[in-house]
């Protein structure tokens, strides 16, 4: 079965600085990754995705992570934060085509952008 | 933007009380979910569908935990009997596929008193 950790549970950051949330997964095969961010009150909302090829992937608001199968890491990254990114982001993980269907979510890490 | 639409946003019941849930999926995705989200933000897989049909469930679902996706109305998620430790956000989610991407509702925050 597959799982998903993320080592910090909560990063604070300046705003403008880099950033970079882990994420490690375990899974026999290759499976479908994913990192969802969710703001106060809110579902969750998908930043990106990555099923194959290109390891580096774009997603949505300058968000990008990099899916590594020798590491089993799939880190998201953004090159300046906005203190609009403060959020909890969630790495999920699905077993693609194996017949198994659940979806299996981090326990998130709560991001913090100060001024 | 997610049009998964789940009502009510609150839910407060009584323990032993039912408490039900509905999601409306996005047009054209014929795979829901239904997850629990914990006040630790933990995720627990509860049961989803393909169309109308139930592909996996976890056990406490079988028990207290009913769902079903009519055709042609909306999902829904009930307790049977509420107990304490059930409060938590309710999250429904649909899918195009069983393994693409799912999109989430703002989900049912459920209060156990």
């Known amino acids: 079965a597959q799982s998903v950790t993320q080592p910090d549970a909560r990063v604070t950051v300046s705003e403008g600085a880099s950033l970079q949330l882990r994420c490690k997964y375990s899974y026999s095969a290759t499976p479908y990754l994913f990192w969802y961010v969710q703001y106060p009150r809110q579902g969750l909302q998908l930043l990106l995705k990555y099923y194959s090829g290109d390891p580096v992937v774009q997603g949505v608001n300058g968000f990008e992570a990099e899916f590594s199968k020798s590491n089993s890491s799939f880190h998201l990254r953004k090159a300046s934060v906005h203190w609009s990114d403060s959020a909890v982001y969630f790495c999920a993980v699905s077993a693609g085509n194996t017949g198994n269907y659940k979806y299996v979510f981090g326990a998130g890490t709560r991001l913090k952008v100060i001024a | 933007n997610s049009k998964v639409i789940q009502t009510p946003r609150y839910l407060v019941k009584g323990q032993g009380q039912k408490a039900k849930m509905r999601c409306i999926p996005e047009?054209?995705?014929?795979?829901v979910f239904w997850y629990q989200q914990n006040k630790n933000n933990e995720f627990k897989f509860l049961i989803n569908?393909?169309?109308?049909?139930?592909?996996?469930q976890i056990d406490m679902t079988e028990k207290r935990f009913s769902a079903e996706c009519p055709s042609n109305s909306p999902c829904s998620l009930e307790i049977q009997s509420s107990e304490a430790g059930d409060s938590a956000l309710y999250l429904c989610?649909?899918?195009?596929?069983?393994?693409?991407?799912?999109?989430f509702g703002k989900g049912t925050r459920l209060t156990v008193v």
């Open positions: 989610a649909s899918s195009r596929t069983t393994n693409t991407e799912v999109f």
């Open positions: 047009k054209g995705h014929p795979v």
């Open positions: 569908f393909q169309n109308q049909e139930v592909l996996q």
